[in-house]
C-alpha cells in the first residue's frame, strides 16, 4: 500500500479520522470492488487533512491495482437489482432536467457507467447519450442491451475526438485514483457551457457523524470521502463554476435493503429479511434518503 498526499491541497500533514480495520491483511479482494459489496467496515486507514480537512484513505492500493480490479469486476446481484437502479437513475435524470432542462438531442456522458442503466435511462428520455466503464463484465451487459459504452476510463481513445454538453459521475468520484484530475479530465471534454453532475456520499452529513465508526460507506472501494465544502473546493480548483448542491436520495428493493442492514447488524438484519420474506415485500423498492449522499450541479464556463 502507497502513502498519498492530499488530493486536493498536496498536503501530507493529517490526522488519523478511522484507524484501519484491515487487520494487518492487506490484500486487495476483487469483490470487494464490487458496487453491491456486503464488506462494511473493512477499510485501510482513513484520515482528514490538516491544512484542508479533505478525508481519504490512506495508505492505500496502488493505483493500477485499483484499476485491474475494476477492470476484472463482475457483480450478478446488481444486475439483478436493475429494477430499483432504474427507479433512483430515473429520479436522478428528473431531477438532472430540472436544473438544466431536457435532452432537446444534448449529447451526454456518463463515467463509471456500469452495466449502463443511466445512459439507457437518459436515451429513452431523449439524450444522445454514451457511457464509459472499466469493467469489462459491465461493457458487455450494457452493449447486450444495445448501449453505446465504450470500455475503460475517460482517456480512452476513443472519447479524445468528442465533445460533450453534460457528462455524469453517480456514485464514482470515491473510487477513482486521482478525482482532481479525472474532473480536469472532464472538463476538457465538456464543450464549453457544458455541464458536469456529481454524486457521492457526504462524510460531513449529521448521518455520517451520528454512525462514525459504524456508517455503512466506510469501505475498501471507497478511497475518497467528500463534503460539500471539499467537493465544490476541487470542482473550482478544476476550473468549474459550481451552481447548485443538495442531497438526494434513491430508490431501493426491501429484499435488497434487508441484506445491507444484516452487513450493518446481523441480528438487526435477519429480523428485517424475515419480515420481508413472510410479507412478500421482497422486490417492493421504496425511496431512501438518509442525507448523506449528494450531488453537485457545475458548468464549464
Ligand atoms: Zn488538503
Redesign the pocket.
Known amino acids: 500500500m502507497n502513502y498519498v ?7 501530507d500533514e ?1 490526522v488519523v479520522r478511522f484507524p484501519s480495520t484491515l487487520n494487518g491483511s492487506a490484500d486487495l479482494d476483487v469483490d470487494a470492488f464490487r458496487c453491491t459489496s456486503a464488506s462494511y467496515g473493512r477499510h485501510p486507514q482513513i484520515v482528514a ?6 478525508v481519504y484513505a490512506n495508505p492505500r492500493w496502488e493505483s493500477a491495482d485499483v484499476l485491474t480490479a475494476y477492470t476484472a469486476v463482475e457483480d450478478a446481484t446488481y444486475a439483478e437489482e436493475r429494477t430499483g437502479r432504474e427507479l433512483t437513475f430515473s429520479k436522478h435524470l428528473r431531477d438532472m432536467e430540472q436544473r438544466i432542462g431536457p435532452a432537446n438531442g444534448r449529447s451526454l456522458l456518463d463515467v463509471g457507467a456500469y452495466i449502463g442503466v443511466f445512459v439507457e435511462v437518459a436515451r429513452d428520455a431523449g439524450w444522445n447519450a454514451y457511457g464509459v466503464e472499466p469493467s469489462r463484465w459491465g461493457v458487455r451487459m450494457g452493449r447486450a442491451r444495445g448501449l453505446p459504452i465504450i470500455q475503460g476510463t475517460q482517456h480512452s481513445p476513443a472519447l479524445q475526438n468528442m465533445a460533450f454538453d453534460v457528462i455524469t459521475m453517480w456514485d464514482v468520484i470515491e473510487h477513482v485514483d486521482d478525482p482532481l484530475s479525472e474532473l480536469r479530465k472532464a472538463y476538457s471534454l465538456l464543450k464549453p457551457g457544458g455541464v458536469i453532475v456529481v454524486h457521492t456520499m457526504n462524510i460531513d452529513s449529521v448521518t455520517a457523524r451520528l454512525m462514525g465508526e459504524r456508517w455503512p460507506w466506510l469501505m475498501d472501494m471507497h478511497i475518497h470521502y467528500f463534503g460539500r465544502k471539499t467537493l465544490t473546493a476541487m470542482m473550482r480548483k478544476a476550473g468549474f463554476d459550481v451552481f447548485w448542491t443538495g442531497t438526494q436520495g434513491r430508490y431501493l428493493r426491501l429484499g435488497y435493503l434487508a441484506t445491507r442492514v444484516r452487513g450493518l447488524h446481523s441480528g438487526l438484519g435477519q429480523l428485517a429479511e424475515r419480515i420481508v420474506k413472510r410479507l412478500h415485500l421482497e422486490s417492493v423498492a421504496i425511496p431512501v434518503n438518509f442525507g448523506d449522499l449528494f450531488t453537485v450541479y457545475a458548468r464549464r464556463p
Open positions: 498526499n492530499c488530493n486536493l491541497c498536496g498536503a493529517w487533512c490538516q491544512q484542508c480537512g479533505y
